[in-house]
């Protein structure tokens, strides 16, 4: 067994003082005050790995041309098909800058200019390779509002308007109810007349619940258009950015009903209309609903590094240190369902964690050494 000692330890739920994190291999043994085993050092502050759960990594990549990018796919608006994992190129040098700020994993969607995406990966930010990088999926990534509308140039068909994307969607999922209903009333040979594609059992998992809609949205009215589609068909969503939303409401509604929000990105250019509300200050909206959420980089848009960074506005908005170290470990692992794996410093989980120079909330501050799975992935 190892251990680490540090004048405080973050473990995504508590902050504890001058304690230990032992690890045996790739798990966590305990967080105590009492060390056992071989010590690796000392440190100032150990926080958990941070999750990035809205990622374009290694589709964007570092020092490519943007015409090599493979974020989206252009072949046709709705492509339940698509997974993200297979366009994920590891040797993206911003996956190394990423661990270096201990952002160690990553939720890997395909882009939004499509009204379904794809497959999302969440991935080790530290794998060899794409299959070794998988540790889970996280739903089918989906697009409302000005996206889709502004791809007519693409491939395949294409929407003009915000309700034609709903129609095309609205159509798909409906031609795959009719088909499950059917499949459900037939008996005997007749039920082994009616088969799915690969591309319906994926949408009929989405109608059953087996998976999640990861839904694009920025405005409050395609929020809610989202919401009818949501009661039309019961299927189960989190909100992806809602960076437009500048009045309280909405997010009442989406704790009411129990929807999840992915915060973000704060820091980016707020370059199209449908922005035209963003700002920082919009955060106190989320808080005062308690609506859940995590936050995102959407990395290109903000650099996945910068993902710690993002969280000083919160704590500007009245988070404490811990809530804003939650925030993007113990928050995003619920919302993309590896809670029992990461998110927090505890018995049994992975032994994933970032120890610091200083406290991390200091300008100053920077990581020093890095671990993944037990694995030394950084020293400086």
């Not at 798909?172 to 005997?188: N, T």
């Not at 395609?222 to 019961?234: G, Y």
């Not at 950015?241 to 992915?262: C, G, Y």
Request: charged share 25%; hydrophobic share 40%; glycine share 8%.
């Amino acid at each position: 067994m190892n251990f680490i000692r540090a004048k405080k330890i973050y473990t995504g739920k508590s902050i504890i003082q001058d304690a230990c994190l032992t690890f045996d291999g790739s798990e966590i043994v305990r967080v105590s005050k009492t060390p056992n085993g071989r010590s690796l050092g000392e440190f100032a502050v150990i926080t958990p790995a941070f999750i990035d759960p809205h990622s374009h990594i290694g589709l964007a990549r570092s020092g490519e041309p943007s015409g090599e990018a493979e974020a989206n796919d252009q072949l046709d608006s709705i492509q339940a098909l698509s997974d993200a994992l297979d366009s994920v190129q590891m040797d993206d040098s911003a996956l190394r800058d990423a661990i270096e700020m201990g952002v160690l994993y990553s939720c890997v969607v395909p882009g939004s200019g499509n009204i379904i995406g794809g497959l999302s990966a969440v991935i080790r930010n530290y794998g060899k390779d794409s299959t070794g990088a998988l540790i889970a999926r996280a739903g089918v990534k989906a697009a409302f509002g000005y996206n889709p509308m502004s791809t007519q140039s693409w491939k395949g068909k294409r929407p003009s308007t915000r309700m034609g994307a709903m129609a095309f969607l609205r159509k798909r999922l409906d031609e795959v109810r009719q088909k499950v209903q059917q499949h459900r009333k037939a008996q005997g040979k007749k039920k082994e007349d009616i088969t799915f594609s690969a591309e319906e059992i994926v949408l009929k998992e989405l109608l059953a619940g087996k998976i999640r809609m990861r839904a694009h949205v920025h405005k409050i009215d395609d929020i809610a258009a989202l919401l009818r589609v949501v009661d039309e068909f019961k299927i189960k969503v989190t909100v992806e950015h809602a960076m437009d939303v500048h009045q309280p409401e909405i997010f009442r509604e989406l704790r009411k009903r129990k929807i999840s929000v992915t915060y973000g990105p704060i820091d980016s250019f707020a370059y199209k209309v449908e922005l035209k509300h963003e700002n920082w200050r919009n955060i106190r909206h989320l808080l005062e609903s308690g609506v859940h959420f995590g936050l995102m980089t959407d990395h290109p848009v903000t650099l996945a590094r910068q993902l710690f960074l993002q969280t000083r506005w919160f704590t500007r908005a009245g988070l404490s240190k811990q809530q804003a170290i939650e925030l993007i470990s113990r928050k995003n692992a619920e919302i993309l369902g590896i809670q029992n794996i990461l998110g927090t410093l505890e018995k049994g989980k992975w032994a994933s964690f970032t120890c610091w120079n200083k406290d991390p909330f200091d300008l100053t501050g920077y990581p020093v050494a890095v671990y993944g799975e037990g694995e030394c992935l950084f020293s400086e």
